[in-house]
């Protein structure tokens, strides 16, 4: 359980409480919770899983030491026929869905893996060699972390884009945003629109309708 809030007397007030009704220990300053480490600073705190990203390199067992600059090659359209089935698809899709819960700290690999995890029921030779690219550039930029500033001001800025008509199977567009309060990241995504757009133009909308309902 995490407790929050302006009043430390208030905050103290509520463990009291809670000590009186159940069996607790107080760990102090929020410091490690569910893989997600938190720091702080007299400039404001900041929140990574290096932890957790060293434990994901460890079970995926790369045969070698390569770190690559992006997490995916530019241009990539995959298609379900890409490359020659898994023989057992386990491995793949538990990396996949290590990689979604980094996602919550890593904006910078939302896009790759919102890609790989579509094809998590029949995975690919191909695929999975898009998968260790993935891992290879979170080897490479482990320390990355996001930082929120204590003097971040409480003005929101959204910038939202689509890659039109990016899928090869169903030619439907992909839509990306990103939230900012004041200089903090609050919120991202990366998701496919339910409908095909005829233009760029109409994907770009659809975009920017999406960060609207985000926002609002």
């Not at 003005?155 to 199977?169: F, K």
């Not at 998701?191 to 985000?214: C, G, H, Y």
Request: proline share 6%; hydrophobic share 40%; with cysteine.
């Amino acid at each position: 359980m995490i407790i929050t809030g302006d009043d430390p007397e208030y905050i103290a007030f509520v463990k009291a409480r809670l000590r009186d009704q159940f069996l607790m220990t107080d760990l102090g300053p929020l410091r490690y919770f569910l893989g997600i480490e938190v720091s702080s600073t007299f400039d404001g705190f900041s929140i990574s899983q290096e932890k957790y990203i060293q434990d994901l390199l460890a079970r995926a067992a790369l045969a070698d030491e390569r770190t690559v600059e992006t997490p995916m090659e530019l241009h990539v359209k995959l298609r379900p026929t890409d490359g020659d089935p898994l023989p057992d698809p386990t491995r793949y899709r538990h990396l996949v869905g290590s990689l979604v819960y980094v996602v919550v700290t890593r904006p910078d690999i939302s896009y790759p893996v919102h890609i790989l995890s579509q094809f998590v029921s029949a995975p690919t030779t191909v695929y999975y060699g898009h998968l260790l690219r993935v891992l290879r550039y979170l080897r490479g930029t482990i320390t990355r972390r996001l930082f929120f500033p204590r003097s971040s001001s409480l003005q929101l800025q959204c910038y939202s884009d689509a890659t039109w008509a990016n899928d090869p199977t169903d030619h439907r567009s992909l839509s990306v945003y990103c939230v900012f309060l004041g200089g903090s990241l609050v919120a991202w995504k990366t998701k496919k629109q339910v409908a095909v757009s005829r233009s760029s133009v109409e994907a770009e909308l659809r975009a920017m309708a999406s960060v609207t309902v985000e926002v609002t």
